[in-house]
DNA sequence: TCTCAATCGTTCTAAATTTCACGATTAAGC
DNA sequence: GCTTAATCGTGAAATTTAGAACGATTGAGA
């Protein structure tokens, strides 16, 4: 096994998605052309990118889509189910709780934890809404991975000392604020309004 | 002018919200160095970012908040405010039409679209739902920029393709799917499941 | 005034990533 | 069976991106 870059990791997600779309719809085969047309991502690149996870195509008739998905989930995923804790129940954090396709993925949300009193122990989606407070105590419990942070801006960076603290490895942060942790933590930002902003920069060119 | 690539102008983004944010604290000077411990990018790498905008810095000094922040904003955004429309009006959708950080920054969320009659014609934090067959003239009307996809996988291909059709040059997906648009339309695919599995593969190693 | 330390800006180097070119393989059709 | 066209897989070239090195500049302090 070659030593797999963190671009064709992120899309063999992309792959994975696609072929289980493709199973969903009887689909068998499917070349990495069809894959390009489907997924915007060059023929080439999807080639290159397989190849790195082992020979599994066959010259002429393409990638046996179950077989396929099969050898990229087992070489990204490796069958685990991540677990991944939410802070702020606003209404994004309420929509991340309703998002309908963690369910069938690899991901279950174990937690959710909230500052509003008003929240605190309810259940949404399944999930139980706790005290910040006990975040590390549940984190632990839980097993929880990754967490992801939906609280405002002011709140971001205490939220991410907890998350540290609790041992989450990796955070997805919704708040438009830049975090600091140790580098042993990955972070991802997500901030609508500079995704907006860098479409339309982009777009005028 | 140096052609300024897309990395350079999203690193900008990130700049202008953490100069903005300086500004409010009353901060008249920083470094690249700063900025560096603050964003978690290098302080070579804001250098050279900067640099390529002009040179606005003073040696031993660093950079001035205020003025920064106006050359980065004369560049990138140009005193443009981004028109966006909204497809789908669940949960998701919901959260974005009451993102808070919109209503300060340069964008302007101007018509949300839904299939669900309920939906229809109801006002949500200003914003009107209209109906999805109407989405071409009113984007024409309200002169959208953008689109955001929070509809479920199984329509985005068909509100990509209205979107398209009303003229809309960038898209934001929030569908666990790709589309497929012309190349003269820019996508930004934002999946929770990718980046919450991507995070996870990634700090597995 | 002179030295020093901090910081910017730029050029060169290195690494990562993508694209290109092309050989290898395979099944279909004559 | 032979040819052909489609497709995979891969090594090399090209491009993009980040990083390192370093000179240039500036204000502070002796």
Do not use: W
Request: glycine share 6%.
């Amino acid at each position: 096994m070659k030593n797999i870059s963190r671009r064709t990791v992120d899309r063999a997600l992309i792959y994975i998605r696609t072929l289980e779309h493709l199973i969903k719809e009887k689909r068998y085969l499917v070349s990495s052309k069809d894959l390009a047309l489907i997924t915007g991502i060059s023929d080439v690149q999807i080639r290159k990118d397989i190849s790195s996870f082992g020979k599994v195509g066959r010259p002429r008739i393409g990638y046996k889509t179950a077989e396929l998905n099969k050898t990229l989930k087992g070489f990204v995923l490796q069958e685990n189910v991540v677990h991944v804790a939410l802070f702020g129940v606003g209404h994004l954090g309420t929509a991340i709780l309703r998002y309908p396709a963690f369910n069938e993925d690899n991901i279950k949300l174990v937690a959710a934890f909230e500052k509003d009193k008003s929240k605190i122990g309810k259940k949404i989606n399944g999930v139980r809404v706790y005290p910040v407070e006990m975040a590390p105590k549940i984190i632990k419990r839980t097993h929880a991975d990754l967490g992801i942070i939906a609280v405002p801006a002011s709140h971001s960076q205490e939220v991410a000392d907890i998350m540290v603290l609790s041992g989450l490895r990796g955070i997805v942060n919704f708040a438009p604020a830049s975090i600091s942790v140790p580098k042993s933590v990955i972070v991802k930002d997500i901030d609508f309004t500079i995704e907006l902003l860098s479409l339309f920069c982009n777009s005028q060119r």
